[in-house]
């Protein structure tokens, strides 16, 4: 997958689009993220102790990382992801800049 943990991302289609992100999760097998404030999602949340209100709880839920564009770091566009190869070692270059990351 092309997106990691702790990018900076923005959304480009659904109810969040032009959005950005910090990645929190990644689910590879299913090909979704979950990123902060992002397709926030609200969920009861029983009381735990006697006497305790039950209470709302807001949480990111997973979208397709399709619908996710990774942004550069160094030229801070969002942009397509490469490969290179240096020294038996695999990097994420920029599409737009041609810069490692």
């Known amino acids: 997958m092309k997106i990691h943990k702790n990018d900076q991302?923005?959304?480009?289609?659904?109810?969040?689009r032009g959005k950005k992100g910090k990645v929190l999760?990644?689910?590879?097998?299913?090909?979704?993220?979950v990123v902060e404030g992002i397709n926030i999602r609200k969920k009861n949340a029983r009381p735990k102790k006697?006497?305790?209100k039950g209470q709302l709880?807001?949480?990111p839920a997973p979208f397709s990382v399709a619908n996710a564009a990774l942004i550069c770091p160094k030229c801070g566009k969002a942009t397509r992801v490469?490969?290179?190869i240096l020294d038996k070692k695999k990097y994420?270059?920029?599409?737009?800049?041609?810069s490692e990351f």
């Open 50 to 52: 006697s006497g305790e």
């Open 82 to 84: 490469g490969y290179k």
């Open 25 to 33: 999760d990644v689910f590879i097998e299913e090909g979704r993220i």
């Open 9 to 16: 991302v923005l959304i480009t289609s659904g109810k969040d």
């Open 92 to 98: 994420r270059i920029c599409k737009k800049c041609q």
């Open 57 to 59: 709880v807001h949480i």
